[in-house]
């Protein structure tokens, strides 16, 4: 039985090392003109197969112009990485901005991903954001800080006008509305470049500093390792103190109330959360809520002890900010609503759907792994019969019963006080959602900017991601229509804010928050 399950675990190994040397080769080769042009036939017939709402905001023949004008500038072989530099801003035009096409990245063996993990590459060390026309480091998680607030001018010898100007042309926002694209580029600047170049061994960056250029090469370094322990010689180590029985009971307490936070507030990494709470104010006039996503963690356990607090505390102003905050999961903004109105609600309406079992497309994609696939296969009649119970055909369409399209009543501890809601180009998806009710119910005064996400909704959900052939590149796409039961024309655009504030640079040297400081003023006076 040894012998067996070694020559298993040996064939296992075997076969990974082969897929991923496959893998590498077919990424890296040039794929003939027929195969390229397959691949772009196979994936538009993907999207008019699986989404439901494809030609909301791009018409159908405008679309198909761009895709068979795709496949006759293909004329001679192309690297799957050539082939996605060519695809991705044709698929844009879609306008949908839960659609991406990914790049293809080298794979590793499971040896190579251990040894690279012990490295790190020092430039993702750098947050950007792109304003006023310009690239600018905000933040280092390096030693360098003097880099907060310098300029990025080229990386490569490319000018970093021309590197921004070409990744906006690889994905898109939800319709026609323009401030996700400053943001966003911004935001995955490191990622987009990655996709664009692959990974790299150094980079050579060229800043603005003042009237100065200064250049600083970027490269794959070691992670820190932990100091050794002090001691006199090899020989000698320094003991640990010897801990109570009571000590060790308060440390495994401690431990456990730590856990319990990290996941009440849905920690990122370090000391970054999810969710964060507290106030502005010392007599508790102001709450500042920030949400990054709708996410990771026990959300519920969250949101029930705040509003606790901001009733017991009669907390007559609450600042919730969504800005940057990409989405997520439904029922977690539709708990969240529920704090947040004085009416019954229904959060969204019923999803249209391409098919009468989405769920089941989604579990059997091509690219799902082998085993899902074979469980789905397993439990496929409980999956069929749940799908068919759940959709319906209306008016020559299919549609997706949800639990979110019922009616809702507000939770008892929700918040009856004044309210601010902070968005920008990055309020996405689940973030949007919620703000459409806020703003059609008149519930918040919004200051920012316009919110990337529609808001007469977004097709998301579940999502299917499709596989290539022949290139291997994957595209993501959503397979409900998700809309609220409000809805504003014309269509295509995102929440707009009652004040409208954009940062600037200034801003961030100073670490100043503008739309912060223009809700505190408006409270001081409207008290006044």
Known sequence: MKKFLGFLLALILITSCSSVKKYNQQ????????????????????????????????????LDFKFDSLKKSINSPLTSREFYKKLAPVVANVKQGHIAVGSVIKRFTKKERKELRKFKQEFFDLDFEFLDEKLWVTNTRGEDSTLVGSEVVKIDNEHVSHLISTYKTRFASDGFN???????????????????????????VAFKQHDSLITKTFKQI????????????????????????????ANRIANQNK?????????????????????????????YMKIESFSNGNYKKFYKESFATLDSAKTKNLILDLRDNGGGRIAEISYLYSFLTNDNYKLVEESEVKNRLPYFNFLMSNSSPTSLKIVSALVSPIIVAHNLIKTKKRDGSIY??????????PNPLNYKGNMYVLINGNSFSASSLISTHLKATNRAVFVGEETGGAYNGCVAGIYKIYQLPNTKLKIRMGLMQIETPYKQMPDGFGIKPDVEITHTIEDVKTKTDPEIEWILKHINQNKN
């Open 259 to 287: 856990r319990k936070y990290n996941k009440k507030h849905g920690l990122i990494k370090g000391d970054a959360y999810t969710r964060n709470f507290n106030f502005l104010e010392a007599d508790s006039t102001v709450a």
């Open 178 to 204: 323009k401030t996700l694209y400053n943001r966003y580029v911004g935001k995955v600047f490191s990622r987009l470049h990655v996709k664009e170049h692959g990974y790299f061994d150094s980079l050579q």
């Open 400 to 409: 997706y019963k949800l639990r979110f399209s019922k009616e809702a009543k």
């Open 222 to 249: 070691e992670k820190n390792k932990k100091k050794d322990s002090i001691s006199t010689n090899d020989t000698l180590k320094i003991a640990k103190p010897k801990l109570t029985k009571t000590e060790k009971k």
């Open 27 to 62: 990424i890296s080769m040039q794929h003939t003109v027929e195969a390229l042009r397959s691949d772009v036939d196979n994936l538009y017939f993907q999207l008019k197969k699986n989404h439901p709402k494809l030609y909301q905001y791009t018409p159908k023949e405008q």
